[in-house]
């Protein structure tokens, strides 16, 4: 059972607006989350993380929102530009244990 | 800078042969992972090591094992090939469990005929 789900497989977005990027998940105890960005040809890379003592953390363009109690997560990219246009995973852990990886959401941005 | 390779990009094999896959970390990580990626399904962890000699299954063990001989290498193996092991493979690593980042390898495709 996917215990971490994006259900918006595919975004566009026009260059300078924002793009958002959901994530829900079922399991309460996940205490961190991530984001990884992943561009075809090439494995994941990691861009943002946000632990559960938190509800938002910046890094440049780039905001991650938490809402613990409606288990679900947001990236937020703002502006967009079209070197963004890649595949997003949000992952998700109970410290110690192994991460759990969305489904990807393959956002478009459009010049 | 880490660097986290795998030994092919691109590889095909057919039904039944005993296929391995090589990964190399450069950076000392204690933890190394496999996961395979296919459409729809995201990344699934097949096997991960905390430590030399030691394996855990991960949620898609089935058909495949694991050797970790060495701190920096961790080998997939497929013992008999078959056409569902069609998939992206990405190998990761990481200092610490569960609140620590992974980095990933370029992936190696893999095709099953």
């Known amino acids: 059972d996917q215990q971490v789900k994006q259900n918006s497989p595919s975004l566009s977005v026009q260059e300078g607006r924002i793009s958002i990027l959901n994530c829900d998940y079922t399991n309460s105890m996940f205490d961190y989350f991530l984001w990884y960005k992943k561009y075809p040809a090439e494995g994941p890379t990691f861009l943002i993380s946000i632990s559960s003592i938190k509800d938002k953390n910046e890094d440049g363009r780039f905001t991650v929102f938490l809402n613990k109690s409606a288990k679900h997560l947001s990236l937020h990219i703002v502006p967009s530009q079209p070197g963004d246009s890649a595949v997003y995973f949000c992952a998700a852990s109970n410290t110690g244990n192994q991460f759990y990886f969305g489904t990807g959401t393959s956002l478009t941005v459009i010049p | 800078d880490v660097k986290v390779t795998q030994s092919s990009r691109y590889l095909v094999k057919r039904t039944g042969e005993k296929v391995f896959l090589e990964c190399v970390q450069d950076m000392d990580h204690e933890n190394m992972f496999w996961y395979r990626q296919d459409p729809g399904l995201g990344l699934r962890l097949i096997y991960f090591?905390?430590?030399?000699?030691?394996?855990e299954k991960g949620d898609i063990p089935e058909g495949y094992s694991v050797s970790r001989e060495k701190k920096e290498r961790f080998s997939l193996i497929l013992e008999s090939a078959s056409t569902n092991q069609t998939s992206m493979y990405l190998c990761?690593?990481?200092?610490?469990?569960?609140?620590?980042?992974?980095?990933f390898g370029p992936g190696t495709r893999l095709t099953v005929l």
């Open positions: 990761a690593s990481s200092q610490l469990t569960g609140m620590d980042t992974q980095y």
């Open positions: 090591s905390y430590d030399v000699k030691m394996k």
